[in-house]
């Protein structure tokens, strides 16, 4: 049983930019409030401003309730969460020193639980880090209760951020790129890194706002819908069937393919669903890259079931409960199918899969309205109910882009510009 709950959170504006934490202790039974803490901590990444609030949480329970105290650690941050229960790997040097730190303080007390929380719950956290932030953008210190103080004579300064503090970055250096130099100083693989290099070229980046370029090459993943087929012409549901191109189908890839051949796009890596009408759209963007194409089974489209071939209004007709269901709650699956949230499992864990596999490079990944916007939502932190909300149309273009140190980012949406 745990005497204690921690929660704790941090956040960046610019991610690099200006950061801080925060994080609250409180009494299990009561839920009382313990203890306070929150600072800023300079320009950093969202994630290095999240493992700092942790470490200040487990810092204020030794101080509360000494050594070997019971308590239990919730974050919004996944990452962090995972990270200190060992499920996933610390894949980000920079981050270490950190989760070495927190590790040694764990040791320390007894952790009963890691557990992820919605921000929603975590707003005490939040609320503390955002006012550590405001109050350093008007040059003042945060003390707990909410004020703030100014740096004033026979007070100790603000410490400046350690290297592994600022998640060993050195600001300066993209502040002001070296002259003659166009990349940044990863390696340039990805898309990111083509489209920061084009805005660069001949413009002067501008210092002191706190919003900085990314420090990374990013991992790409390009998200193409496949092209027409005679069921989505007829607006047909089309889930594991597998239809095979019109002939305005196969323009549409050759479409795609020209333009994801060229900067800033060129994939590395090409992966697509099993289902003919992805394959054949991937053929074509291979075709015009000189790459292979990899299949992955689960990057196909949700199982419709008994409604495959079917139009909506035939569903309504047939299946009015079902289709009811189906529309209002993910959990709800077709009959014979497979719902949104099972489909949402096995997407999740192809897009970790590609991105930790490709990590840096670009990948090109041909699916199905489903398996793109699960894709799409999950890089959101929406919820799945956020899948009633999108529109993709036939062999539209999205795009994330997923940093080392844990965001993503959307670049763009349902782009069709290569069909016009």
């Known amino acids: 049983m745990s005497h204690y709950v921690i929660e704790a959170d941090g956040g960046s504006r610019g991610n690099p930019g200006p950061a801080g934490y925060g994080a609250v202790v409180k009494d299990a039974a009561s839920g009382q409030v313990l203890a306070e803490a929150a600072e800023a901590i300079g ?64 040791r320390r007390l007894r952790v009963t639980e890691w557990t992820w929380i919605p921000r929603e719950r975590n707003k005490h956290a939040d609320r503390l880090a955002n006012e550590a932030m405001d109050a350093a953008a008007q040059g003042l210190r945060w003390k707990a209760g909410g004020t703030s103080d100014s740096d004033e004579p026979g007070l100790p300064p603000s410490p400046s951020p350690s290297p592994s503090q600022t998640d060993l970055l050195d600001v300066s250096s993209i502040s002001a790129p070296a002259r003659g130099s166009s990349d940044l100083s990863a390696p340039t693989a990805s898309v990111a890194a083509a489209q920061q290099r084009t805005r660069a070229a001949g413009k002067k980046v501008e210092t002191g706002t706190g919003w900085r370029p990314p420090t990374r090459v990013a991992t790409s993943l390009l998200l193409l819908r496949h092209g027409e087929t005679e069921l989505s012409l007829e607006r047909r549901f089309s889930g594991l069937g597998d239809p095979e191109l019109t002939p305005n189908g196969l323009s549409q890839a050759e479409a795609a393919a020209v333009r994801l051949s060229r900067e800033p796009y060129r994939p590395d890596v090409i ?150």
């Open 43 to 106: 320009v950093t990444t969202n994630n290095v401003a999240e493992y700092r609030g942790l470490i200040a949480g487990l810092q204020a329970v030794l101080r509360v309730g000494g050594e070997g105290a019971a308590v239990a650690v919730r974050m919004d941050s996944k990452l962090v969460v995972e990270q200190m229960a060992g499920r996933w790997k610390i894949k980000n040097e920079g981050l270490r020193p950190l989760a070495s730190e927190a590790g040694a303080l764990v």
């Open 271 to 420: 992966v697509s669903s099993p289902l003919k009408r992805a394959r054949q759209t991937a053929a074509a963007v291979a075709a015009r890259t000189g790459l292979d194409v990899e299949v992955d089974d689960e990057l196909r489209e949700a199982d419709f079931g008994e409604w495959e071939g079917h139009t909506f209004t035939e569903i309504q007709r047939r299946w009015p409960a079902e289709l009811t269901a189906w529309l209002a709650d993910p959990e709800a699956a077709p009959p014979g199918g497979e719902s949104f949230a099972v489909a949402a499992r096995r997407v999740q864990a192809a897009g970790e899969r590609l991105v930790e596999r490709y990590e840096g490079k670009t990948v090109l990944a041909v699916s199905h309205v489903t398996p793109i916007k699960m894709l799409l939502r999950l890089a959101l932190m929406a919820p799945l109910e956020s899948l009633y909300r999108m529109h993709l149309d036939l062999a539209c273009l999205s795009l994330i882009e997923y940093y080392a140190d844990g965001p993503a980012v959307v670049k763009s949406f349902n782009d069709t510009a290569h069909l016009r």
